[in-house]
């Protein structure tokens, strides 16, 4: 064969290759092409002979054309001194080796065949019959060489994904779609052509999606331009009339395994590795599962809750999709975190974030709080022990007591308020017993120097003494009187005060015991209200803190 049918068989053999699934470029194309053209290093006649002079006239001189170099021996022989390059490049090893392959296949159309066992002389033909054998340079080998050609460059394109992803394609279920998906995920974004009906909102999807998760073998989750998911699959969410899958933009793919147990789901976002794109599939447990709104209708949720009480799946999650759960604290749980780089950006070794300080939910039961206005705390408040969570509303009972204090109060206060106008007429009485007595005591004087002159009778001077006695009897009388009337006064006012002091402490006791003061410091994860009954509602207050 001509080395023009060689490098038309070339084309073919590196097509071939290409849809076979080894990654065949231009660079493997040509090493193809060299190695198709190889095996006529025999003779100095052809164009790698006239090139590779002296070795090819030594190799024709020694073993003659169409011998040694056309033999497998010889092929398996390149195959053992370039198997090094099968470490670094195996697409190019592969490709020279068929190429190789593809000389002596092109060799058995000749009517001289071809040694394929040498050192024996059995000579291999690819049509039993002479007549049917092609002569060298014939318009039959120019036939053969524009088909290979022809051939070639078809199969070329249509084999650019593999021939079994052409096939697929041609089948266009949900099924072929997963196929080729996982194949394509690694090396580049996958985008779905579908064709298909959404069975809850009843209208037609057709259009160009991107392709985020296998649901197992059967479909696919694809995201619209909003970032909306659907379930593609045969008889699912969105039925598939087609459904064919085809590769985008390149990407460098990393896949990151992770125990996500104890730590906040903030923690968790925070520590994700900066990416162009983010999902996360697994299970987790929460301290806490608040409602979770449903999803637009005739769209698939990516958090979802299961069967089990306060655990979560996630599907492809993005971590916009859980942002609303960012406080709650994550019990158990693992995720398969799928992040996608740009081409040639560094695609860091990252492991989740260890938490700054080991956390565990602690679980506060309120029972039969009077009414939910009775709670003071909220999810996501910070909290310190000792801090009042809520209080179970009695304002009858403190009234009863804070009016009992008030009145004693008043009571001490109206017996000081006696006792200050009793001191007021105690000082007038006082004040007057005090004149009479100090101009009687003069009038004494007087009577004294008078009946010592024989001026007065001594009996006058008797009776004048005998009143500044009775004036002195009855001021003694009137201060015992104020002293033991104002003492027991103060006594009573006194014991008042101290009737008010203790319904105070009682009213405080009482006060005390309505509220509810957390045992803790830490976040509060969930508010959780219990079955309301005649005695009120029933309330957990989980609270995120540090273990000791």
Not at 28 to 53: P, Y
Not at 160 to 166: H, K, L, M, P, V
Not at 205 to 215: F, P, T
Request: aromatic fraction near 8%.
């Amino acid at each position: 064969m001509t080395a023009g049918t060689h490098i038309a068989g070339a084309v073919l053999t590196a097509a071939i290759l290409r849809g076979a699934g080894v990654d065949v470029g231009f660079p493997e194309a040509m090493v193809c092409l060299v190695g198709s053209l190889l095996a006529d290093i025999d003779t100095t006649t052809s164009g790698v002979g006239k090139f590779a002079r002296p070795l090819s006239g030594w190799v024709e001189t020694r073993f003659g054309h169409r011998t040694v170099t056309h033999s497998l021996l010889f092929c398996l022989l390149l195959g053992l001194i370039l198997w090094p390059l099968e470490h670094f490049q195996p697409a190019s090893y592969w490709a020279f080796l068929w190429g190789y392959l593809s000389h002596l296949l092109l060799d058995t159309f000749n009517v001289n065949g071809v040694p394929l066992l040498w050192p024996a002389r059995v000579q291999f033909w690819f049509f039993p019959a002479r007549s049917m054998r092609i002569k060298y340079g014939s318009p039959a080998e120019s036939v053969v060489a524009l088909i290979c050609l022809g051939l070639g460059f078809g199969l070329w394109f249509i084999g650019q994904d593999g021939f079994d992803t052409t096939f697929r394609r041609l089948v266009a279920s949900p099924e072929t779609a997963v196929i080729d998906y996982l194949k394509m995920r690694d090396k580049s974004e996958v985008w779905a052509d579908l064709s298909g009906f959404n069975s809850q909102t009843q209208e037609d999807m057709n259009g160009r999606y991107l392709i985020v998760e296998a649901l197992g073998r059967n479909g696919v989750l694809v995201e619209d331009a909003s970032g909306q998911s659907y379930a593609v699959s045969k008889f699912g969410q969105v039925v598939a009339y087609h459904i064919r899958a085809y590769s985008g933009e390149a990407i460098q793919k990393a896949e990151y395994r992770v125990d996500i147990s104890g730590r906040t789901v903030g923690e968790l976002l925070s520590s994700l590795p900066k990416a162009k794109r983010l999902h996360l599939s697994g299970t987790l447990e929460l301290s806490s599962l608040p409602p979770l709104p449903p999803p637009p209708v005739g769209t698939t949720a990516r958090v979802r809750k299961t069967p089990r009480q306060g655990w979560l799946e996630l599907q492809a999650a993005r971590p916009d999709d859980l942002i609303p759960l960012e406080r709650l604290f994550i019990v158990s749980g693992s995720a398969v975190v799928r992040a996608e780089f740009s081409p040639g950006a560094s695609v860091p070794a990252w492991t989740a974030r260890a938490p700054k300080a080991r956390l565990r939910p602690n679980s506060i039961n309120i029972p039969n709080l009077p009414s939910e206005a009775g709670i003071l705390v909220k999810r996501g408040d910070q909290v310190t022990a000792g801090q009042i969570l809520a209080r179970y509303v009695n304002d009858a009972q403190l009234a009863v007591l804070e009016r009992q204090a008030k009145q004693k109060r008043q009571g001490a206060e109206e017996i000081r308020a006696a006792a200050r106008i009793g001191e007021r007429r105690f000082r007038v009485e006082r004040s007057k017993l005090e004149g009479l007595l100090s101009a009687a005591q003069r009038k004494v004087k007087t009577l004294e120097f008078l009946v010592s002159r024989d001026a007065e009778p001594r009996i006058k001077l008797e009776e004048v003494r005998g009143v500044v006695k009775a004036l002195e009897g009855e001021q003694t009388r009137l201060i015992l009187d104020f002293t033991s009337q104002g003492a027991a006064q103060e006594n009573r006012a006194r014991a008042l005060e101290g009737e008010a002091v203790g319904v105070d402490a009682q009213l405080e006791g009482v006060k005390e015991k309505q509220l509810v003061r957390s045992p803790f410091t830490g976040e509060v994860g969930d508010v959780r209200m219990g079955a309301a009954t005649a005695s009120g509602v029933s309330v957990e207050v989980v609270l995120i803190s540090q273990e000791p």
